[in-house]
């Protein structure tokens, strides 16, 4: 297997994206559930406190995981700048 700089930055652009991509789902959920509370007017039920709160983790989630694939790409930036500091 040959590890590259553009390998890393695939990989790190890859989980910018699922990340990205699971803010967005999880945003769109939540937004979607707190119109159904409000439409509901009493309140929320418990399965719905339930929903809520699982969104709201996954929204953690995608998070971490897009500013993981930032760290990735940077470190593979990094990377291939010293690589070719030392070339020249």
């Known amino acids: 297997m040959n590890v590259t700089s553009s ?6 652009a890859q ?7 699971t803010v967005e789902k999880a945003g ?5 559930q707190t119109a159904r ?5 009493l309140g929320a039920t418990t399965n ?3 929903d809520l709160a699982s969104e709201l983790v996954n929204l953690d989630v995608g998070k ?3 500013l993981a694939g930032t760290k990735v790409m940077q470190a593979s930036q990094e990377t291939l700048g010293r ?4 070339r020249a």
């Open 7 to 12: 390998n890393s930055l695939y990989a790190g």
């Open 15 to 21: 989980a910018y994206q699922n990340g990205s991509r």
């Open 28 to 32: 769109a959920a939540l937004a979607s």
């Open 37 to 41: 509370n409000e439409q509901q007017a």
């Open 48 to 50: 719905s406190q339930a």
């Open 64 to 66: 971490y995981q897009a």
């Open 83 to 86: 690589l070719l500091d030392t």
